[in-house]
């Protein structure tokens, strides 16, 4: 059974006992002046409060609104006493930790202090640092807690991408019947979100405890060998659960820890081969602490994203290098996919797949044309023709083609860009038997290759940014399964076989979500996978979510 740490509740009992908040002998009239000549003068910066992304100034106005809605009376005060609502809003700040986040952020210390003050002034603090910690709250649950201040906008495009309705939050909150679920409910609905949420929690158990011992570099180790850095090896297997053996002895390398370490190797993606060398040695030897951060990383990733999948969609995992089709979250359909290379990353976005093509031409990017069609047809002036490429000369339908040797390939340089280069269907396209689009501004979709070679690589960056996917016809067949028409991948393949180009559209759009995530635990057991941050990201992100700069370092949107 998993359990949170007991650590946070113990704090909010504590409070409990020794909180005494009341306005008694302070009447209506004095309560209502003290609060707006506090709402009236920069609230929120008297409070360093200010929730992320948000112009501090309008922030104000709307705090003024909200307490004018409530003919300026406490929003968290009943009968001079701080409400059970107000109780369950601290419990959910103390316990912030469990989803990555930082209690500190909503100044959970302050309310702890102010509710053991005597004066009305503090009381009236109190109250408003409450609503503008639930507005917070609220606003990293929904859209991540990350400043965009330090965010790349083209990595990060979905984080932060709408404003939080201060007035709509607080109301909704107050008018709960159930505080406490209701505050729940604003974190992301996935059961991956939920596993994430449970390897925390493991992994801050491990880092609180020590950690591992590191394990000193040396010769790569292969099955059957004997070596001193054994039993250091099965200690931090039996650490994260991949050797059930905990009382492991001996220095030779046998069966039982061969298997344990194919398994780690399995949640590194490494190559599941059971040899100890330099790549599993560094898996072997990150500290827990990073892989903490990892794990808070990737729950920020999930609440840039709508909180529930309703109906099918498909989710390509960057850093996996998987796709998964998933009717309401349930896994329909996974398989192995290539994505960009380092150099021509393939972008996170969302997009609607809405039409497939059979047999498709390959209209080939000005950048491919110039720095790798241009050299070829240098060195080979049948390049085009081997590799069935005809070339027009413009990319209006009724361009006319245009006969290769009729340009001078050694100074035709960018001018290459003029003319449209096309690939015709066959089985040598750049795009394989079948092309999956979901209109974006990036030119990025799914795709068949004829380099299949290639999926039985663990680490596969090899595009220029599309995504490559391993059984195409599959995926094809499930995506048309909820058309009226129907095709099997038997009958998919029958339009193969004609070599003629064919567009079928879809019934119904489905959403795709291409993500970017290295970290994935399960909701039902402690397998958690971490995969490489291939293009850097997650040190960007890093930086967004811990670093803490001043507020005038921020220019907030007007």
């Known amino acids: ?191 991956a979100y939920q596993g994430l949420r449970y390897a925390l929690a493991r992994f801050r158990q491990l880092e609180k405890n020590g950690g591992w011992e590191h394990i000193p570099s040396g010769k790569t180790i292969r099955p059957g060998d004997s070596d001193p850095r054994i039993p250091l090896i099965a200690r931090r297997l039996a650490l994260t659960g991949e050797l059930a053996n905990t009382a492991y002895t001996g220095q030779r390398y046998d069966q039982e820890l061969t298997d344990a370490i194919t398994k780690f190797q399995s949640h590194h993606l490494l190559e599941q081969d059971g040899v100890i060398g330099k790549k599993t040695f560094g898996a072997l030897n990150i500290p827990a602490s990073k892989l903490v951060r990892q794990i808070i990383i990737n729950m920020e990733r999930w609440r840039w994203l709508p909180h529930r999948f309703v109906g099918k969609h498909l989710i390509v995992n960057i850093a996996e290098f998987q796709l998964f089709g998933t009717t309401d979250e349930h896994v329909d359909i996974n398989m192995p996919v290539i994505v960009g290379k380092v150099y021509h990353k393939t972008p996170v976005f969302t997009g609607s797949m809405r039409y497939l093509e059979v047999n498709p031409y390959w209209n080939i990017p000005d950048s491919i044309a110039v720095n790798e069609i241009v050299p070829h047809m240098q060195e080979n002036p049948d390049y085009l023709q081997e590799n069935n490429i005809r070339i027009f000369d413009g990319w209006q339908e009724d361009a006319l083609e245009v006969d290769p040797a009729s340009i001078d390939w050694h100074t035709v340089g960018n001018k290459v860009k003029g003319y449209r280069l096309r690939q015709e269907p066959g089985p040598e396209n750049a795009l394989g038997r079948i092309k999956f689009i979901f209109p974006n501004k990036h030119n990025v979709y799914l795709h068949d290759t004829p380099a299949h070679h290639l999926f039985l690589k663990t680490k596969r960056d090899f595009s220029h940014g599309c995504i490559r996917v391993s059984r195409p016809l599959e995926l094809g067949a499930y995506l048309l399964a909820d058309n009226k028409k129907q095709l099997s991948v038997e009958q998919l393949e029958e339009l193969v076989a004609t070599k003629k180009r064919k567009v079928i559209l879809l019934d119904q759009s489905v959403p795709v979500h291409v993500l970017y995530l290295t970290v994935n635990a399960s909701a039902v057991n402690d397998a958690v996978y971490f995969y490489p941050d291939i293009y850097g990201r997650d040190a960007l992100l890093e930086k967004a979510l811990f670093a803490r700069i001043p507020l005038s370092q921020c220019r907030y949107p007007q």
């Not at 005494?20 to 003290?34: L, M, R």
């Not at 209690?103 to 503008?132: C, F, M, W």
């Not at 709250?137 to 990595?155: F, Q, R, T, V, W």
């Open 1 to 191: 059974m998993r359990v949170f740490p007991l650590h946070f509740l113990g704090i909010f009992f504590s409070f409990l006992l020794t909180i005494n908040v009341s306005f008694a002998g302070i009447t209506d009239k004095t309560v209502q002046q003290e609060l707006k000549h506090f709402l009236s003068n920069q609230p929120t910066a008297s409070l360093n409060m200010v929730t992320t992304g948000n112009d501090p100034a309008v922030q104000d106005r709307h705090l003024l609104d909200l307490y004018e809605q409530h003919h300026m009376q406490p929003l968290w005060f009943k009968q001079g006493q701080l409400d059970a609502k107000a109780k369950a809003l601290i419990a959910a700040l103390q316990n912030a930790a469990i989803d990555g986040l930082n209690p500190d952020d909503y100044k959970v210390a302050e309310i702890l202090n102010l509710g053991q003050q005597g004066d009305g002034t503090s009381h009236i603090r109190l109250d408003v640092l409450l609503t503008l910690a639930l507005v917070r709250y609220i606003a990293d649950m929904s859209e991540g807690s990350a400043d965009p201040c330090l965010l790349a906008p083209d990595l990060f495009a979905s984080a932060r991408d709408k404003e939080i309705d201060l007035q709509q939050v607080v109301n909704n909150a107050l008018q709960a019947n159930d505080i406490a679920g209701f505050l729940n409910n604003q974190a992301p609905a996935h059961s």
